[in-house]
């Protein structure tokens, strides 16, 4: 069994920057891809970036550039390091295993981008 608990969310302002962190208990986390993922009200979770146990990255277009994925394997944790920030960007973002699994979705943390 694996838990992730996503935390570093908040209010910011347009061109702001955020850091969220995962960190993941349990077997299995170590040698597996990690993903971030966000749901906007109104619409479906999507995937924002992923890193795999070896380093290899890959991003949603609408962040590349701007968002940074990275693992800390001896803390079993993983950050987002959000840059330039945009309102559309608003939503709770969560953590989960690269492919995502059901049972593994924690509660997520809230990014609201506003003036």
């Known amino acids: 069994q694996v838990q992730f608990v996503e935390s570093g969310g908040g209010l910011v302002q347009p061109g702001g920057s955020l850091r969220l962190s995962c960190a993941a208990s349990?077997?299995?986390?170590?040698?597996?891809?990690v993903g971030w993922f966000r749901q906007a009200p109104g619409k479906q979770r999507e995937l924002v970036a992923r890193i795999a146990y070896g380093g290899y990255t890959n991003y949603a277009d609408s962040v590349k550039g701007r968002f940074t994925i990275s693992r800390d394997s001896a803390k079993n944790t993983v950050y987002l390091q959000m840059s330039s920030l945009k309102p559309e960007d608003t939503a709770v973002y969560y953590c989960n295993f690269g492919v995502p699994v059901r049972d593994y979705w924690g509660q997520g943390t809230q990014v609201t981008v506003s003036s």
């Open positions: 349990g077997s299995g986390f170590g040698l597996s891809a």
